[in-house]
């Protein structure tokens, strides 16, 4: 079927590339305490309006880490003016192991909430994690002090991590107090086993996590039939006498700053998989303008001389600098590995600009505790790589996340970079928590700074699907096109919340002050364009092709990279995220709705220019102009626009 004649998209497939539809959370509501039940659990726990808690949720997770979806039965909830309560009963599980369990919410008008549950294995049950988990949020508590109740008894003043703890930074938890507005403080008590904490903005979440069973314990571990798990969470709130709780900021507003710069050059990754895929549509990727292509390489997946020759092919024929990301295997004579690559590259010509290197050690996590495996000393891997391709630039970090970079950090006397990448699916799927990990990205980057010193920041391939699992054997697939995480394949890549996502994420790193972004891929399962693949694409395969819309917001932030760079700050940065830059003749300004609803935004103050927004309905006509932005853009005048949910829009002064 060609494009013009595949019917219309729907709604679905043009804001999230899926029509597996989404159940929208019931709002709980005692007074002036509020929380979403969603699948069991509770989310945004808010007194007056104000967030306290982001989550409070009872997972089941496998030996992978993975987190079954229960299955919930018998569900009542039962609502007055200032009480409500849930009950239901729930199974999760697979066909080779299940567990069950019966829980009970109350939440009550003076702030108090109760969530406890009771459950059994119904047959040997091995999971890594059972029980609760409490998420805390980071806006106003980062660097904020706290009261700490230890299992023995004990009581301590701590504060929460500014910079990103790369271990646990609170262990041996009963409860923990802490202010989530001027003069008001939330208790968390947490009872029925030891809980501990980990500092999730380590994965992008937007969140410190508190959660059952140390880590210090084996894991995975086996829950017997009939073993019965009990546990309880209690929220309580106090406000000192007279302390006024405003109401939270809804406005969005943007404020322009001075120029400085340059915004970050920007880029794509390339699987050696892809290549062939990627030199058919580079007539139309060269127009999104990657001044760089990083071209993976890892002898384990079979990747060889005509590998790299492919790769440095498709990199040149997208016009991009082609750079190495090169994997080695060898503990034991690593040097040699090197110096055989190095002569392979070589051989090509040394097309190679920029030279990343790992051990392969390092894309599988570590955890805190652990014995580290065998591994070449980082110091004589990057001594190596300096003397294999003389004239490149050396990079080192993590191909992983930049939880294992915050873990095991380079040397970097013989790096001229530091790198690592990102994925918002570790822990969670769902379209809020996705583009919640945005949050967390200056707390990473800031940390990162800390770690790479004066040295240039690479962030990337990233995209929203995980590219490896260093927490299994590798990412969870996803036939089913749903919001799933730990996914490779995620279905939103392929829709306007892609687009959204990636123009929010490069906001995120040129306002962290990193050099150089790589997104996903061109083609595949991290791309911006379609092309044939193994899985599902609905929509785009019936059509034959075309662009995604996050084609269009990368060529828009393509064509500010490398200029002098603008501060353009959001008031209300989890909804609305902007980057602007000098271009010829003017100022240009790109915009990213992060939410599900239409957002007004107030400028700085009355602008003339040309405004262009690509929106749900500018989809289908979209994904065949690649000057969409052109196409659409209209006279402005004034001082605010509108922003449709989950739209991207650029507007020229």
Same mark, same amino acid.
């Given at each position: 079927?060609?494009?013009?004649?595949?019917?219309?998209?729907?709604?679905?497939?043009?804001?999230?590339?899926?029509?597996?539809?989404?159940?929208?959370?019931?709002?709980?509501?005692?007074?002036?305490?509020?929380?979403?039940?969603?699948?069991?659990?509770?989310?945004?726990?808010?007194?007056?309006?104000?967030?306290?808690?982001?989550?409070?949720?009872?997972?089941?997770?496998?030996?992978?880490?993975?987190?079954?979806?229960?299955?919930?039965?018998?569900?009542?909830?039962?609502?007055?003016?200032?009480?409500?309560?849930?009950?239901?009963?729930?199974?999760?599980?697979?066909?080779?192991?299940?567990?069950?369990?019966?829980?009970?919410?109350?939440?009550?008008?003076?702030?108090?909430?109760?969530?406890?549950?009771?459950?059994?294995?119904?047959?040997?049950?091995?999971?890594?994690?059972?029980?609760?988990?409490?998420?805390?949020?980071?806006?106003?508590?980062?660097?904020?002090?706290?009261?700490?109740?230890?299992?023995?008894?004990?009581?301590?003043?701590?504060?929460?991590?500014?910079?990103?703890?790369?271990?646990?930074?609170?262990?041996?938890?009963?409860?923990?107090?802490?202010?989530?507005?001027?003069?008001?403080?939330?208790?968390?008590?947490?009872?029925?086993?030891?809980?501990?904490?980990?500092?999730?903005?380590?994965?992008?979440?937007?969140?410190?996590?508190?959660?059952?069973?140390?880590?210090?314990?084996?894991?995975?571990?086996?829950?017997?039939?009939?073993?019965?798990?009990?546990?309880?969470?209690?929220?309580?709130?106090? /406000? =000192? %006498?007279?302390?006024?709780?405003? @109401?939270?900021? *809804?406005? &969005?507003?943007? $404020?322009?700053? !001075? +120029?400085? #710069?340059?915004?970050?050059?920007?880029?794509?990754?390339?699987?050696?998989?892809?290549?062939?895929?990627?030199? /058919? =549509? %580079?007539?139309?990727?060269?127009? @999104?303008?990657? *001044?760089? &292509?990083?071209? $993976?390489?890892? !002898? +384990?997946? #079979?990747?060889?001389?005509?590998?790299?020759?492919?790769?440095?092919?498709?990199?040149?024929?997208?016009?991009?600098?082609?750079?190495?990301?090169?994997?080695?295997?060898?503990?034991?004579?690593?040097?040699?590995?090197?110096?055989?690559?190095?002569?392979?590259?070589?051989?090509?010509?040394?097309?190679?600009?920029?030279?990343?290197?790992?051990?392969?050690?390092?894309?599988?996590?570590?955890?805190?505790?652990?014995?580290?495996?065998?591994?070449?000393?980082?110091?004589?891997?990057?001594?190596?790589?300096?003397?294999?391709?003389?004239?490149?630039?050396?990079?080192?970090?993590?191909?992983?996340?930049?939880?294992?970079?915050?873990?095991?950090?380079?040397?970097?006397?013989?790096?001229?970079?530091?790198?690592?990448?990102?994925?918002?699916?570790?822990?969670?799927?769902?379209?809020?928590?996705?583009?919640?990990?945005?949050?967390?990205?200056?707390?990473?980057?800031?940390?990162?700074?800390?770690?790479?010193?004066?040295?240039?920041?690479?962030?990337?391939?990233?995209?929203?699907?995980?590219?490896?699992?260093?927490?299994?054997?590798?990412?969870?697939?996803?036939?089913?096109?749903?919001?799933?995480?730990?996914?490779?394949?995620?279905?939103?890549?392929?829709?306007?919340?892609?687009?959204?996502?990636?123009?929010?994420?490069?906001?995120?790193?040129?306002?962290?002050?990193?050099?150089?972004?790589?997104?996903?891929?061109?083609?595949?399962?991290?791309?911006?364009?379609?092309?044939?693949?193994?899985?599902?694409?609905?929509?785009?395969?019936?059509?034959?092709?075309?662009?995604?819309?996050?084609?269009?917001?990368?060529?828009?932030?393509?064509?500010?990279?490398?200029?002098?760079?603008?501060?353009?700050?959001?008031?209300?940065?989890?909804?609305?995220?902007?980057?602007?830059?000098?271009?010829?003749?003017?100022?240009?300004?790109?915009?990213?709705?992060?939410?599900?609803?239409?957002?007004?935004?107030?400028?700085?103050?009355?602008?003339?220019?040309?405004?262009?927004?690509?929106?749900?309905?500018?989809?289908?006509?979209?994904?065949?102009?690649?000057?969409?932005?052109?196409?659409?853009?209209?006279?402005?005048?004034?001082?605010?626009?509108?922003?449709?949910?989950?739209?991207?829009?650029?507007?020229?002064?």
């Amino acid at each position: 079927m060609t494009a013009a004649h595949a019917p219309a998209p729907s709604a679905a497939l043009r804001l999230y590339g899926t029509e597996v539809p989404v159940e929208a959370p019931r709002l709980l509501v005692a007074g002036p305490l509020s929380a979403e039940l969603e699948d069991g659990n509770l989310r945004y726990i808010r007194f007056q309006g104000r967030e306290m808690i982001r989550a409070v949720s009872y997972i089941v997770r496998d030996r992978n880490w993975g987190t079954y979806r229960p299955g919930i039965s018998g569900l009542t909830v039962e609502s007055e003016a200032a009480r409500f309560t849930v009950a239901y009963e729930a199974e999760a599980g697979d066909g080779a192991q299940r567990f069950a369990y019966r829980a009970r919410i109350e939440g009550r008008a003076d702030g108090t909430l109760v969530f406890e549950a009771e459950g059994e294995a119904l047959s040997d049950f091995t999971t890594n994690r059972t029980g609760f988990v409490v998420l805390h949020p980071i806006e106003g508590v980062a660097g904020a002090p706290c009261t700490v109740e230890h299992v023995d008894g004990r009581i301590v003043e701590a504060r929460f991590p500014e910079l990103i703890d790369p271990v646990q930074p609170m262990m041996d938890l009963r409860a923990l107090t802490h202010a989530f507005a001027p003069g008001h403080r939330v208790t968390c008590r947490m009872e029925g086993d030891t809980f501990e904490m980990e500092d999730q903005r380590n994965w992008t979440d937007a969140s410190y996590k508190t959660y059952v069973r140390p880590l210090a314990l084996p894991w995975p571990y086996v829950l017997r039939p009939a073993e019965r798990l009990s546990q309880r969470v209690t929220l309580t709130v106090e /406000a =000192a %006498a007279g302390a006024p709780l405003a @109401a939270p900021e *809804r406005a &969005v507003r943007i $404020a322009l700053g !001075p +120029a400085s #710069g340059p915004a970050p050059a920007i880029g794509l990754g390339l699987d050696p998989a892809d290549a062939a895929a990627t030199r /058919a =549509a %580079a007539d139309r990727l060269r127009q @999104a303008g990657p *001044r760089h &292509v990083v071209c $993976a390489y890892d !002898p +384990a997946l #079979g990747h060889d001389d005509a590998a790299l020759a492919a790769a440095e092919e498709a990199a040149r024929a997208l016009g991009a600098e082609p750079w190495l990301e090169a994997v080695i295997r060898r503990v034991e004579g690593f040097e040699d590995e090197v110096a055989a690559l190095g002569r392979s590259v070589r051989a090509l010509g040394s097309p190679f600009a920029t030279v990343l290197v790992s051990p392969g050690a390092d894309l599988k996590c570590t955890l805190p505790g652990s014995p580290w495996p065998p591994c070449p000393p980082l110091d004589a891997l990057y001594r190596a790589a300096r003397e294999a391709f003389p004239g490149a630039r050396i990079g080192g970090g993590m191909f992983s996340y930049f939880t294992e970079l915050n873990r095991k950090r380079p040397p970097l006397e013989h790096l001229d970079l530091v790198g690592f990448t990102t994925s918002p699916l570790v822990h969670a799927g769902d379209d809020r928590s996705v583009a919640e990990s945005l949050e967390a990205l200056p707390a990473v980057f800031a940390s990162a700074r800390a770690i790479a010193g004066d040295r240039p920041l690479h962030v990337g391939p990233s995209a929203i699907g995980m590219r490896g699992n260093p927490y299994g054997a590798a990412p969870m697939e996803n036939p089913d096109g749903i919001r799933q995480a730990m996914s490779r394949v995620d279905p939103r890549q392929r829709g306007l919340f892609g687009a959204a996502f990636a123009l929010g994420y490069y906001a995120r790193c040129a306002e962290g002050g990193v050099a150089e972004v790589t997104l996903g891929g061109g083609v595949g399962a991290f791309g911006i364009v379609h092309a044939p693949m193994p899985y599902a694409q609905p929509w785009w395969d019936a059509r034959g092709g075309g662009l995604f819309p996050a084609f269009h917001a990368m060529r828009a932030l393509g064509e500010i990279a490398g200029r002098p760079l603008l501060a353009a700050t959001s008031s209300l940065p989890r909804a609305v995220l902007s980057v602007g830059a000098e271009t010829d003749g003017g100022r240009t300004l790109l915009l990213a709705n992060l939410t599900d609803e239409t957002q007004e935004v107030a400028l700085w103050g009355p602008v003339e220019g040309r405004l262009a927004v690509l929106d749900e309905d500018a989809v289908p006509a979209a994904a065949d102009d690649p000057e969409a932005f052109a196409t659409l853009a209209r006279a402005f005048s004034g001082g605010a626009l509108r922003l449709p949910r989950w739209a991207v829009a650029r507007l020229q002064i």
